[in-house]
């Protein structure tokens, strides 16, 4: 009988490790079905800077928002510096082909961090490397959207003023 009681400890004790050690059923990404869930497009702050700026936009523009850089430059040698990178906004003419004009980087309290101010330099020269420019807005409560219209206005075509 010890003997008949060892065996079924024994093969219960494997089938605990052997159940222990299968994986989670898995999607076609290859992650577990429970890694990935949906997330808002933008922060508060970011939602109220893109409905401010996009009130201020003439017809024939748009503003695209959470584009990868290298939506916006190639790079043949260097993807590595760029892969990774995000841009807030970007201002683009619509058309057959629709053209990024402005890159716009909403900085909060985090740009202020010596490491967050070398990347926001590293993206800088890129972008003014590529020929875009960039206009560095910092987080408010209130946007003057005339100030605002002044520093964008130069960057699209009408010259129509905030009404």
Do not use: C
Not at 32 to 41: C, G, I, N, P, Y
């Amino acid at each position: 009988m010890t003997i008949v009681f060892v065996s079924v400890v024994a093969v219960a004790v494997l089938l605990i490790l052997l159940l222990k050690d299968q994986k989670k059923p898995e999607d076609q990404t290859g992650g577990s079905k429970a890694d990935f869930s949906r997330r808002l497009l933008f922060t508060e702050s970011e939602a109220k800077f893109y409905h401010v700026l996009r009130g201020l936009l003439p017809p024939g523009f748009e503003v695209w928002g959470k584009l990868g850089l290298w939506a916006v430059v190639s790079s043949k040698t260097s993807w590595g510096k760029i892969a990774q990178k995000q841009i807030d906004f970007v201002i683009v003419k619509m058309g057959p082909l629709p053209d990024a004009v402005l890159v716009i980087e909403l900085d909060d309290y985090s740009h202020r961090r010596k490491s967050a101010q070398k990347r926001d330099a590293e993206k800088d020269a890129i972008l003014e490397q590529a020929g875009l420019p960039i206009l560095r807005v910092p987080v408010a409560n209130v946007y003057e959207t005339e100030d605002l219209w002044n520093k964008i206005q130069p960057f699209v075509s009408s010259g129509d003023e905030i009404v």
